[in-house]
């Protein structure tokens, strides 16, 4: 069993950052790939990004390429996303995930294993 949980979350302008956060308990967190999901208010849960569960690949839809890095502290069991350039349209509820052994790609909502409570970004124009 892993429980996830989020913080980082909050109200930023158009063009700003936040730092999102994803503490894992359990000592099996590196076994498990991690990733991000976002879901916007009447929309469906969409894939933003994940990590492979050995650190070495990564995998970002196309809207969030070159803006935000996801990234593993396995001594922490935490992952991190890190939003740059922060868009209207990247407002949404951030949903931390956990794929065990699984490779960069995207990911469906029903491949996750694991899911965090989910953490709102807002961000204003």
């Known amino acids: 069993q892993v429980q996830l949980v989020e913080s980082g979350g909050g109200l930023v302008q158009a063009g700003g950052s936040l730092r999102l956060s994803c503490a894992a308990s359990?000592?099996?967190?590196?076994?498990?790939?991690m990733g991000w999901f976002r879901q916007a208010p009447g929309k469906e849960r969409e894939f933003v990004t994940a990590?492979?569960?050995?650190?070495?690949?990564?995998y970002y839809t196309d809207s969030v390429k070159g803006r935000f890095t996801i990234s593993r502290d396995n001594a922490k069991n935490t992952a991190y996303l890190q939003m740059n350039s922060l868009k209207p349209e990247d407002t949404a509820v951030y949903y931390c995930?956990?794929?065990?052994?699984?490779?960069?790609?995207?990911?469906?909502?029903?491949?996750?294993?694991?899911w965090g409570q989910g953490t709102q970004v807002t961000v204003s124009s």
């Open positions: 995930a956990a794929n065990r052994y699984a490779t960069s790609y995207s990911w469906s909502p029903g491949q996750v294993d694991y």
């Open positions: 990590l492979s569960w050995t650190g070495g690949s990564t």
């Open positions: 359990g000592r099996t967190f590196s076994t498990y790939g």
